[in-house]
């Protein structure tokens, strides 16, 4: 059975789509970027962790799935919010602008390790300051990269997407289906 190293409800619910039986496990790492890291190289190195860390977690025996994602605006990592001003600071960076988001899926099995990238990229329209505190105060922006969620609130925020939007949301369908495939697990 196939084993998702991620507690995140929102990447179940994107592998559920999949109609592959799986069962999900939490790992912990430290997701710090290195220094001089680029971001796409942060979340690939993410996501082959997790799914190490994982498989190890599991025993070797289960191939295991793991992935990152992150939100970059000017070549720098927007990671989770740790306040409202780190919020507020990030919101004033998205605002108007154009990002991207970059989800990297791992995969870990008897026959190795392989990983797919997936930048999609990303328009905010200009937000008001009532907006952004307005989204800061419904409590979803907290525990998200970039302090936002596109399959939540924050889509109202959302002008144009171009690319993967279950990437964005956190598991890209397509490359998970063919890494999947390539392995006879679906």
């Not at 300051?129 to 969620?149: I, L, R």
Request: glycine share 8%; aromatic share 6%.
């Amino acid at each position: 059975m196939l084993i998702l190293a991620s507690a995140s409800p929102r990447r179940a619910e994107l592998l559920h789509q999949l109609q592959v039986p799986f069962r999900q496990i939490s790992v912990n790492l430290d997701e710090s970027v290195k220094p001089a890291e680029e971001p796409m190289d942060y979340v690939v190195r993410l996501a082959r962790a997790k799914a190490e860390a994982g498989w190890r977690q599991a025993g070797h025996v289960d191939p295991v799935l793991g992935s990152d994602t992150a939100v970059v605006c000017q070549n720098r990592i927007l990671g989770k919010p740790v306040d409202k001003s780190d919020f507020q600071r990030m919101f004033a960076l998205l605002s108007g602008a154009h990002h991207q988001v970059m989800t990297a899926v791992a995969l870990r099995s008897d026959r190795g390790l392989q990983h797919r990238l997936v930048v999609t990229d990303v328009s905010f329209k200009v937000l008001s300051q009532a907006e952004t505190d307005w989204y800061w105060q419904t409590g979803e922006p907290a525990d998200k990269a970039g302090g936002y969620g596109i399959q939540g609130l924050a889509g109202r925020f959302v002008t144009r997407i171009q690319g993967s939007y279950s990437a964005v949301v956190g598991l890209p369908l397509y490359e998970t289906a063919e890494l999947l495939k390539e392995q006879n697990l679906l």
